[in-house]
Each structure stands twice: as C-alpha cells, then as structure tokens.
C-alpha cells in the first residue's frame, strides 16, 4: 500500500474520493449478522450518537472551533461560557459513552491502514469473509474524534506471512465523520510533507 495517492483531477468531489494514506490505527471490528445490521441501518444516525457521543461533541467543537475564535476577539466573555458549556456537554458525553456496551462484541486490531473517505484496506491474522458486513470504529489521532462506520467487505487476499489483506468500503458513514476522516488525512499528509521537507534541507 502506497502512503500517499497523487491527486490528478481538479474537481474536489474526485480529490477526496481518490485521496488514500497509511495511517497507524487501532480498529475496533465487529462481524454484523443480518438482523444487526437491518437494526443498525434502521437508524444509523442514532446507532452512531449512542457509539461515540463524546466524540461527536469533539467533532462538533472541531467544526465550530473557527467560530469560536472570531467571537473570543469581540466576546472573550461570550468565548468563555460557551466554552464552558461545551466542556460540561463533553463531560455528560463521556459518562454516557461509558455506560453504553454497543460497542460489545468487537475485535480489537491494531495495524497499519489504508484510509479514504470511502472505503479502508488494512492488515488481519483472522480475517471476515467477503461479502460480510462489519462494523468498524476508530480514533482519529490529529483530532481525538472517533468515527463509527459499516462497511462491506469486498476482498480478502492473502499474503506470504499467513495474514491477509481485507478491502472494506462503507456502505453507512456520517458526513461528519467523512469530513473527520478528511481533515485527518490532510493533516496526515502535512506531516509526511514536512518530514520530506526537513530530511531534504538536513541532507
């Protein structure tokens, strides 16, 4: 797996489809039978609320961070009770996330994946079946935001060290946490970049 996809077409829409990157990722992935998963699909927005409410208020505090900024110029005492309620939201957040078990079930993996907007490859000693549909989380290291996701699995290929190679692409993923997703992998990338850059001015 390449770490970084060049980008050849101008058009946004085709930018982000096609923008793939290695990241080091801890999966959390449960195998859904198909009433789980016509449970899931049901209602996936309020599946995803129960998963990771406390990273949906990250999120939330990610998106809005810009607005948050302009008004701490005008109004820094607006800027700090807003602030303050978006920590007491957080706090609520976490407990209910730690009392919630939606998540049971789940392997845990931790390995290096290919990730894009649509779609995630990475690396199992036990892999799923193709065909099967899974559920997968993780947590986003440049922002703390964990994304819940369901996808189907479309291949699984084996390696010469007795692992294999699964390719998952989404079949249910909040635009929120695609924009995560995106925001990650642009970050991901100016690290790569910048580590170019300075082993070049070192060398």
Known sequence: MSAIKPIDSDD????RESFRIDDTVELKIRVLDEESLQNISADFDAFRLRYGLKSHMQNQRNVR?????????????????????????????????????????CTTITCCANLSSEGIQFVSDHPPLQG??????????????????????????????????????YTHIHSDDTEALVRHMARLQQIVLQARRGAVASS
Do not use: W
């Open 12 to 15: 946004s829409n085709n930018r």
């Open 65 to 105: 961070k810009p607005q948050l900024i302009r008004i701490r110029k005008t109004h820094p005492d607006v800027a700090e009770y807003l602030e303050g309620l978006e920590l007491q939201f957080t706090q609520l957040a976490e407990r209910l996330d730690q009392s919630s078990d939606v998540s049971g079930g």
């Open 132 to 169: 099967q549909h899974l559920e997968i989380s993780m947590e986003l290291s440049t922002s703390n935001t964990q994304v819940v996701m369901l996808g189907e699995v479309l291949r699984v290929e084996a390696q010469e060290d007795d692992r294999f190679t699964v390719s998952v692409a």
